[in-house]
């Protein structure tokens, strides 16, 4: 996967000449199909109808520098394309989009996104908020199969997104059900061992009160009257 904030400004490389045709100042997402549609060069002066794209159908691959297509003439004019026109004027933003579930619930804004290099697929979406302050202490990662809706204001996302959503770390891919499942399950060991440990302090107040009484008692028991006089009555030497 590649994240989308990394081709802004990335070069076009022309595998038939081996030279640079453009550089990309934006794109243009397909809210349908939750793709990259098209990439937009640099502007050379003219409103956006006289801007130039290259279509993600001809673009071969999206490399860590370069953007690769195999033909130099795949540059066209966006107004030559009219679906391309259509799409541009929903002005789908993906970056700082609010991601509202299905039960009205704000799940957190969109910072990056991620796609496949060879299809403009998006395949997942980077949300920070509150929530992941307080379950993951950072970033969560959603998988785009969850997303019902891509608007220009908000991304509404299924009601069982937000029990999908993934910790940010590669490493680790627990859940936020999984997360909230882990903490259920050290409160209520918590609780446990707290109880058992007041168990254990009670019993043991009980038993050393119950040795005191066994000592007070002895201590206060009667001397045999059968004892020598000395010792019923000590007298100092």
Known sequence: MKAGRKLLGMSIISLESGEQIGSVKGYIIN???????????EKRGGWFKDSRVITFDNIKNVGEHAITVEITKCIEKASTLPEIMALSKQDINLTGAKVISGDG?????????YFEPTSGKITAIEITGRLFDTLFKGKAMLDTLYIKTLGKHAI??????EKNLKRQESSLSETVKNVKEKSNKVWNSTIETTKRLGEAISKSVEKFTDEEGEISEIKEQPLPEDLPEEVHNPKDT
């Open 156 to 161: 509404i996302v299924t009601s069982e997104a």
């Open 31 to 41: 809210p349908k199909t939750i793709q990259i549609a098209a990439v937009v060069l």
């Open 105 to 113: 619930n704000l799940l957190g804004t969109v910072e990056e996104f």
